[in-house]
């Protein structure tokens, strides 16, 4: 376990370490945008996954736990957030009182619970240390406690088991719906003779192919009473990524990609659902990749938890709210 001696205290003038950072999977929020976006994930009702947020002491640019403890502590697929001051003092803005986090504490905004403080732990040592005593405390946190099963009635019993059989076929549907439009797709309406792989199928039949499971997998994921705040925008879709699904660039299978670019299209918050995403940037601390038609660049993994080297998705987003699929590959925020 770590000890406070591993948690030295740096100066502003230390510059953020985007290498421990990276290899924590921390997510930077860099824009006032970024923080709303945040402030909606931890509010959200029906939010099924936790989150951490971590801050700096004053005068640091740094967390005051080390993102790789703390990402050891949750395992990979809980997002964590590292806010700067300014954005932290934002945040504070957005949420309910008692709500905040600063400086150099962490937070860890538990699922479903939204406007009780003590729900969501506030990990603050008031010494300024944040050594060995706030990290067992995390670890306490995410280490569930063995107790007895509650005794449950009949009546109980049946509602549990109600709601389970109701998640099932919820869950069913999911894996079920995109399954079904690729083979009324590809099965009942194939020509005699054609393969189903997609490196056997022409541009053309890909492209078909990729937008129909798109629009299934839209159908399936996002939950019917948010489609009107989230339809499909219109997009198009380059020769190049169309390749590299072609190629599984990543070994991504053509329905992991098109459940992705379902969720972006829409601009659904693709980190209630444990995927990283963000502006591509020529640099850590350059600006978002911009065209000189006014489209900005984006990326978003392809895996839950994925690490900063996984496969994604990169796309061009217009001021119109339409969009260009560019390419799958192994993107890098700096590259």
Known sequence: MASGSEFPQRSRSDPIDWSEIAQADCTVPETPQDVEQLAKSILHRKRDFWIVVLTARRLETMPAVSPMVVREIVGPTVPVIFLRSLLATHLATLLPPKLLVYGGALRVYRPEVTEDPFGHPLLYDPTGEYGEEIVDWLGRIFTPSVTRPPKLTAEERVVVLEEELDRANRMREREVGPLRARYERLVLGAEPGRGSAPWRRSGRQLGEELRGLIEAQWASWVPESERRTHPLRQYT???????????????????????????????????????????????????????????????????????????????????????????????????
């Open 237 to 335: 879709v380059t020769g190049r990524f169309l390749e590299d699904v072609r190629g599984r660039v990543g070994d991504s299978t053509i329905d992991q990609v098109a459940w992705v670019c379902a969720l972006v299209l829409c601009r659904f918050d693709t980190r209630r659902l444990g995927l990283g995403a963000g502006p591509l940037r020529p640099s850590p601390d350059g600006a978002q990749l911009t065209r000189e038609d006014g489209a900005r660049a984006w990326w978003c993994n392809l895996r839950r938890g994925a690490k900063r080297t996984g496969p994604r998705i990169v796309y061009w987003a217009f001021d119109d709210g339409t969009a260009e699929l560019l390419a799958v590959g192994f993107p890098k925020e700096s590259s």
